[in-house]
């Protein structure tokens, strides 16, 4: 009632973390997802050429999403003792780098669960965090770090907006694959809904340097598809590759769906679709 909460940063597989306590559940309202940042961090930081044969890796994280009450998290224990900042984790040159670092956010995002980074990592931190130090603050103020920095603030405010991103977070309605086993493009699909707000979105992420233009992809209904957000915006330092229009399904089938659109898939990139029904 105060506005607190408890979480537990736990790594095993002990049940019922997050369980009520006359459940015989430890009564915690989140438990760290401790699984999922180890998977994705180590995806992300594999050369996007070779991602296809860790394909798996991105996707196990929902084989047991539903088990407890999960915050995603980035913390501050993966950016310390030489194990390099979240930017500088990334593959690539310094582009490619914030690019991967976007989808990273924007896939988080849009993920089941809540989410949690560490300090420094909204202006993309290049140094590892030392506790001895502050900051280095003047960082945020450098065109691209203040790009990302920028990127990170419409993000959370994008989230806050779009009840499906969290509606139903610990609700297996609440997200739903619609593509995950295109390896070879390493492009996943899936749809994040609110039954209370009855809001839909399809998320496209895209986790290879490669500009799809009219990559067709399975859609759940016949309906209007209209992208209300694009990481590669070159607001956020990006190439633009975004859609412009919005786009109206086809009865085409594909991804076993009887229904598809034509959209350009933004490289190292992670873009969000509106969907109305007709």
Not at 61 to 75: C, D, K, P, R, T
Not at 108 to 118: D, T
Not at 126 to 135: F, G, P
Request: with cysteine; aromatic share 12%; hydrophobic share 40%.
């Amino acid at each position: 009632k105060d506005g607190s909460i408890i979480v537990a940063e736990e790594s095993t597989a002990w049940p019922k973390v997050t369980a009520k306590t006359e459940d015989d559940g430890l009564g915690f309202d989140l438990k760290w997802n401790m699984g999922w940042m180890n998977d994705f961090i180590s995806y992300m930081q594999t050369d996007p050429l070779y991602r296809k044969g860790c394909h798996g890796t991105l996707l196990f994280s929902m084989v047991y999403a539903y088990s407890e009450n999960f915050i995603l998290v980035f913390s501050h224990d993966e950016v310390v003792h030489l194990k390099k900042s979240m930017l500088m984790k990334m593959p690539g040159d310094m582009e490619q780098k914030y690019a991967n670092l976007r989808a990273a956010y924007g896939f988080m995002i849009a993920h089941p669960g809540k989410n949690l980074s560490f300090m420094g990592q909204e202006f993309a931190q290049e140094e590892e965090w030392n506790e001895k130090i502050s900051l280095p603050w003047d960082e945020a103020k450098l065109p691209e770090h203040k790009q990302f920095m920028d990127y990170i603030k419409d993000l959370n405010a994008f989230y806050l907006k779009h009840p499906a991103l969290y509606e139903d977070d610990y609700n297996e309605e609440g997200f739903k694959w619609l593509s995950h086993m295109d390896a070879d493009h390493s492009i996943v699909t899936f749809m994040r809904t609110g039954k209370k707000s009855g809001e839909k979105l399809l998320i496209v992420c895209n986790f290879t340097p490669v500009v799809h233009e009219k990559f067709r992809i399975g859609v759940p209904f016949a309906g209007k598809y209209k992208e209300i957000f694009n990481s590669d915006s070159a607001i956020y330092g990006g190439g633009d590759n975004i859609n412009k229009r919005q786009k109206t399904s086809k009865a085409v089938t594909w991804d076993g769906l009887d229904n598809s659109i034509l959209v350009t898939v933004p490289p190292l990139g992670i873009s969000v679709y509106k969907c109305i029904e007709i």
